[in-house]
T-cell receptor
Framework: NAGVTQTPKFQVLKTGQSMTLQCAQD?????MYWYRQDPGMGLRLIYY???????DKGEVPNGYNVSRLNKREFSLRLESAAPSQTSVYFC???????????????FGPGTRLTVT | RKEVEQDPGPFNVPEGATVAFNCTYS??????FFWYRQDCRKEPKLLMS???SGNEDGRFTAQLNRASQYISLLIRDSKLSDSATYLC????????????FGGGTRLMVKP
């Protein structure tokens, strides 16, 4: 099992350009997440998808859109990149549902994005 | 007050030492707690879940103190390879779908 995979690993964009970050998991997990990690800010949730067909905003959704393409794939789109979106982006997945017990999240290797 | 707080460190300890980190959380209704390890320029990797009764995995022990709203991670007999940043994570919603991460505590184990 590959676990959680992300593409691309690195990307440089100019301000105003758009791009889509791809994420896929092969663990048959219901829930998927997108985070960004900035120095001194820790991991912050951008969007998540509790199950196929649903998406919800996290802490910092502005400037992003997401698509839960199917159970395996969850993409993050930057429509008009800004320098403030320079960050490391991590995708994660978990076997979450609606029950109230422990939900361990597993992370992909990340995408390092620079917006100039 | 941040929802999940950690001392950023760094904690500099010699090999073989015992070191402990705490992580405080603000939501008394939180039910799910985790410790992650993150190496430089890598993704966070799940180290251990934290159960109500506490749990141990080799040299690592995690504990939960609900009354004071913190979790702890104890590392015994530190190895050079334990050098990393340790992140705590706490669920903030009733369904457990959303985790809030602390900023991480950096550990450096010296020979």
């Amino acid at each position: 099992n590959a676990g959680v995979t992300q593409t691309p690993k690195f990307q440089v964009l100019k301000t105003g350009q758009s791009m889509t970050l791809q994420c896929a998991q092969d663990m048959n997990h219901n829930s998927m997440y997108w985070y960004r990690q900035d120095p001194g800010m820790g991991l912050r949730l951008i969007y998540y998808s509790a199950s196929e067909g649903t998406t919800d905003k996290g802490e910092v959704p502005n400037g992003y859109n997401v698509s839960r393409l199917n159970k395996r794939e969850f993409s993050l789109r930057l429509e008009s990149a800004a320098p403030s979106q320079t960050s490391v982006y991590f995708c994660a997945s978990s076997a979450s549902g609606t029950s109230y017990f422990y939900y361990e999240q597993y992370f992909g290797p990340g995408t390092r994005l620079t917006v100039t | 007050r941040k929802e999940v707080e950690q001392d950023p460190g760094p904690f500099n300890v010699p090999e073989g030492a015992t070191v402990a980190f705490n992580c405080t959380y603000s939501n008394s209704a939180s039910q799910s707690f985790f410790w992650y390890r993150q190496d430089c320029r890598k993704e966070p990797k799940l180290l251990m879940s934290v159960y109500s009764s506490g749990n141990e995995d080799g040299r690592f022990t995690a504990q939960l103190n609900r009354a004071s709203q913190y979790i702890s991670l104890l590392i015994r007999d530190s190895k050079l390879s334990d050098s990393a940043t340790y992140l705590c994570a706490v669920n903030i919603d009733n369904a457990g779908n959303m985790l809030t991460f602390g900023g991480g505590t950096r550990l450096m184990v010296k020979p």
